[in-house]
């Protein structure tokens, strides 16, 4: 099974939204477009994406919250790393 092209790109505009990627954003609502989303399909993907990344936001700020109220003065000091830099 394949998703069709808009349905595609309407779940690309989201994970742009989420990941904060404007290019990503501009060019996957160009693309959408292109395959026949409509402006409401668009905005309603945007809003779903805002939600989704409004509340992962929410829950990281908690468990950072957490963290930084219990991690030792050394706790960056990892070896290991998570790759973020």
Known sequence: ?????????????????TANCQ????YHVDKALENGASD?????????AQMVRKGAAAKMDTF???ISKTAPSHAGASTGGCGCS
């Open 1 to 17: 099974m394949k998703l069709e092209n808009r349905i595609a790109e309407l779940i690309a505009i989201g994970a742009s939204v």
């Open 23 to 26: 290019p990503c954003l501009q």
């Open 40 to 48: 409401l399909e668009i905005a309603q993907a945007i809003d779903v």
């Open 64 to 66: 950072a919250s957490t």
